[in-house]
């Protein structure tokens, strides 16, 4: 992207500031509409009947891997879609881009990217992925830190103690507290306190977004938190400190029951793991050869972009679990909290992510037939439930909107979602996305199957393999949506 272009697509990012449609618009036909009429949207019918699983592919090259994420796609996947859809220089979104993979292969593939997401972690990972660096400079910095780091742990242990009760609000601090034993507290304290003395902006983000990566993994890295990828994390029963002494729970004499042999955890040493996720990333980032322009990412609700009308040529992206299976705000706090966001804040923004259950003060829209019929069934079942379904598809209509507002007419934007099971019931979420794209304007030609490779990817709870049970191998699909804007 050259500056000219970037000033251009700043511009419109700022000046299309536009408040929420929340218009009622009419109920239509609840058949799909799949006619077609033009040659991309053909070629998008072609491009999803073919291989969409990418199970044997190496899914960690370039800065893909620098930070866990739930649910993140196989970069071959936007990969197919934007070489298949798009040309050189032309323009990638992707309105809830997560860990930026859409982002990252956009830029790979020599085209301009814009990104949004709710979650302040998305940014940074999207960001610190698509941001050239000097490796020298990082290489003498990241000794640095951890050098400075050590100092101030061995010196100044008790003045770090102080620190810890004066930094943060009560809420944040209890949070600390309870989810990250106190000599890991003094470490990331110390960490943190080197890492806001960097005055370069990116080379911060860096640091940061290795720092994170302690602690945001499947198994909650240095914190007291198991299971980080999903809904609820559990604090462990049994934990000992990174220098062996038992800080929770009982000292083992064999007679534990298995739950509590699963939740038993012992804690790394913070500096240890900064190092390594610190060195990790480093070796990508050699490996990267840094050619593109820079992305243009922002904290953003998709549900409102802030970009103009017909200006986009292709979106990839996918939402959240209708169910809140992945709490990407929950997990993500663990580590929002050391870099300066309150738990206040974090809560805040949490009630704007897609598929919230609370839905006392939400604003509903109408669906169209099938979704309505989906939703009110499960309403009877369960009226939290069926409220909490009716929020979900009434926030993706306002992106299904949104997004066919941004996309030039002929273009593409592909859908990637999996279905959930609320009460017992399959939520059907590719039909009635389709079904609910038909009625804000587009044609869907085809719906394409891929099967999650369990092996590879973080799953919500309760996504274990049962091969006997149908609905729990239909749980293993995702259906990648093809939504076609007509000319008009
Ligand atoms: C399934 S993840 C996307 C993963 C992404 N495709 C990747 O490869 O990393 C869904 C994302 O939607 C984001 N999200 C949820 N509600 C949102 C909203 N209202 N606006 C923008 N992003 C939102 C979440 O924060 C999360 O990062």
Redesign the pocket.
């Known amino acids: 992207m050259n500056s000219k272009d970037n000033h251009q697509l700043a511009s419109n990012i700022e000046i299309a500031l536009q408040e929420p449609s929340i218009h009622q618009l009419p109920l239509l036909n609840t058949e799909v509409r799949m006619d077609v009429d033009s040659s991309s949207s053909s070629r998008l019918s072609t491009l999803l009947s073919e291989d969409l699983d990418f199970h044997s592919s190496d899914t960690g090259y370039a800065t893909h891997d620098f930070h866990s994420?739930?649910?993140?796609?196989p970069p071959q996947l936007p990969r197919k879609f934007i070489l298949g859809l798009t040309e050189p220089g032309e323009i990638v979104l992707?309105?809830?881009?997560?860990?930026?993979?859409?982002i990252l292969e956009a830029l790979l593939n020599n085209r301009r990217a814009v990104g949004?997401?709710?979650?302040p972690l998305?940014r940074l990972i999207s960001k610190v992925k698509t941001t050239s660096i000097n490796i020298q400079q990082l290489t003498e910095l990241g000794k640095n830190i951890l050098a400075q780091a050590t100092v101030q742990v061995e010196n100044r242990y008790d003045e770090l103690l102080v620190e810890l009760e004066t930094r943060w609000d009560s809420n944040t601090k209890d949070f600390i507290n309870y989810w990250f034993a106190k000599e890991t507290q003094v470490e990331l304290l110390a960490l943190v306190i080197e890492i806001q003395k960097i005055t370069d902006e990116a080379t911060r983000a860096f640091c940061e977004l290795a720092f994170s990566a302690c602690i945001i993994t499947k198994s909650g890295g240095v914190s007291l938190a198991f299971d980080l990828a999903h809904t609820r994390p559990h604090r462990a029963r049994v934990a000992y400190s990174p220098s062996g002494n038992l800080i929770i729970g009982e000292p083992s004499d064999g007679t534990e029951n298995a739950r509590t042999k699963l939740l038993t955890k012992r804690i790394r040493p913070a500096l240890f793991e900064f190092k390594r996720k610190f060195q990790q990333n480093l070796k990508s980032l050699v490996e990267l050869d840094f050619k593109f322009d820079k992305p243009l990412l922002a904290q953003?609700?998709?549900?409102n972009l802030t970009i103009d009308a017909d200006s986009i040529d292709l979106i990839v992206?996918?939402?959240?679990y209708a169910s809140n299976a992945?709490d990407?705000?929950r997990a993500h706090k663990f580590s929002l909290v050391w870099l300066g966001y309150s738990i206040h804040e974090l809560t805040d923004t949490r009630k704007?992510?897609?598929?919230g259950e609370n839905t006392s003060t939400f604003y509903f829209e109408s669906l169209p037939d099938y979704t309505s019929n989906l939703v009110n069934e499960l309403r009877v079942l369960d009226s939290q439930k069926g409220k909490a379904l009716h929020r979900y598809y009434t926030?993706m209509k306002r992106?299904l909107r949104e997004m066919y507002r941004v996309l030039k007419p002929g273009k593409i934007a592909i859908v990637?979602v999996a279905s959930s099971i609320m009460r017992g019931k399959d939520t059907e979420t590719g039909k009635c996305l389709a079904e609910i794209g038909n009625e804000v304007g587009f044609n869907v030609p085809k719906i394409g199957v891929r099967q999650i490779d369990r092996n590879r990817r973080m799953l919500p709870a309760g996504m274990k393999v049962d091969h006997t049970s149908q609905i729990q191998q239909r749980m293993h699909e995702e259906y990648v949506i093809g939504f076609y804007k007509p000319q008009k």
């Open positions: 994420f739930p649910a993140k796609f992707d309105p809830m881009m997560g860990s930026g993979t859409t949004f997401d709710i979650d998305a953003g609700n998709s549900q992206t996918s939402p959240p992945i990407y705000m704007d992510c897609i598929g926030e992106t990637v």
